[in-house]
């Protein structure tokens, strides 16, 4: 590529030698065309130093990979208001428990680096969408992430953690008590790695966002937080990577979390505000399609258990009783679609056969009137 700012191509020598020794045979049998992959820090930050030398804005998109439109749409984001974008892909060990699977997570290395040289070109082509492309690919290892401990994930393990209370221990993190230290640590590292002016990202993951703005403001990190809003399937449900794993008949009855949002939302916007007229109609959502379900035949149903609904505060996530329409609210849940008792013979079961179980999360806003 022709757009490389000066001093920036002298990278290209060293990006193929870091891409080689990627720790997969398909991470190093690619070089991407036009972005540079960086494995380690040092050589990014010297990308970094040249930006800035040149008058060029950096926008970063962290992602633990397995890219589908909710990711590029935060890249989409950034391109209209940076001149490069940066995106680590990294599967982040010290937000999983040590009883969640780390290991089923989807990783999709050259399907990803397909889509993001595909998304630069669509950018490229459409003067419309901003001045921005992807310049790196922050990829790195967890010996680089992790460079003095191995990263623990034990609530008490050693190692050099941000912890951001007491919003880390609600919603999510009640059910996941290590899940936003990691969250917030890691992120304190990228920030760190690639010092951009804005990062963005997902409505998807509400708490996030607020964790996220609260670790900018309390340790006067340098960066603007830009949050996108949810990108969903034609049928409602916000795409996840972990949806690979639904199939048909999961994805189907895994939609009840969006209906039951939607249906408390549309309680608020005809005038309810207590907590008891919006989450009273999202229950009753959840629970005649459980009743349903449980109707069915093993063969024909798929179960679920819903872990909460919540109607919480906009910044401080704290359980509300009563919502203040000046102020809004968060409305979100988390409902966890069990594996499959029984499958049929060619059912589209998705990835893993319909035995992974999968939880899944949304959220809406209800806006200040
Ligand atoms: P992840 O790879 O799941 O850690 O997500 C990386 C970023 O993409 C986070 O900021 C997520 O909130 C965001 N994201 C994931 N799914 C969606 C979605 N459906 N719509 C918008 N943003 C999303």
């Given at each position: 590529m022709s757009r490389w700012v000066k001093g920036v191509r002298t990278f290209s020598s060293a990006a193929s030698s870091l891409l080689a020794g990627a720790t997969t045979a398909s991470q190093s049998a690619r070089q991407p065309s036009s972005f540079q992959v960086f494995r380690d820090v040092p050589p990014l930050r010297q990308l970094r130093r040249s930006l800035l030398q040149n008058d060029r804005t950096v926008g970063f998109v962290p992602t633990m990979g397995a890219l589908h439109e909710g990711h590029l749409s935060l890249i989409r984001e950034a391109a209209r208001e940076n001149t490069d974008i940066f995106v680590s892909i990294y599967v982040n060990p010290?937000?999983?428990?040590?009883?969640?699977?780390?290991?089923?997570?989807p990783r999709t290395w050259d399907s990803d680096v397909a889509q993001l040289e595909k998304l630069n070109e669509e950018l490229a082509s459409n003067?419309?969408?901003?001045?921005?492309?992807?310049?790196a690919i922050f990829a790195p290892t967890s010996k680089v992430m992790y460079p003095t401990l191995p990263p623990s994930?034990?609530?008490?393990?050693h190692g050099s953690f941000v912890t951001i209370t007491p919003l880390s221990t609600k919603l999510e993190g009640s059910a996941r008590p290590v899940f936003f230290r990691g969250v917030a640590t890691v992120c304190m590292k990228l920030f760190n790695a690639t010092t951009p002016d804005r990062v963005y990202f997902g409505q998807k993951d509400v708490q996030q966002t607020v964790i996220i703005k609260r670790l900018v403001q309390d340790f006067l990190i340098g960066t603007e937080v830009r949050i996108v809003e949810t990108s969903r399937g034609t049928d409602g449900l916000a795409l996840s990577s972990?949806?690979?794993?639904?199939g048909e008949r999961r994805r189907a009855v895994g939609l009840t979390i969006y209906k039951a949002l939607k249906a408390a939302e549309e309680a608020y916007l005809a005038g309810k505000v207590s907590r008891a007229d919006i989450l009273g109609v999202a229950k009753k959502v959840t629970e005649r399609v459980l009743a349903e379900q449980q109707a069915l035949a093993p063969s024909e149903r798929a179960l679920f258990e819903v872990d909460y609904v919540s109607l919480a505060?906009?910044?401080?996530l704290d359980e509300l009783d009563l919502v203040d329409p000046t102020h809004g609210a968060v409305l979100s849940a988390a409902l966890k679609m069990a594996p499959l008792e029984e499958t049929k013979p060619?059912?589209?079961?998705g990835l893993g056969d319909g035995k992974v179980p999968v939880r899944l999360i949304d959220n809406l806003i209800l806006r200040p009137s």
């Open positions: 010290t937000r999983f428990g040590v009883n969640e699977d780390l290991s089923s997570y003067p419309g969408a901003g001045a921005g492309r992807i310049t994930s034990e609530i008490d393990g972990r949806n690979v794993y639904l505060d906009p910044s401080t060619g059912e589209d079961c």
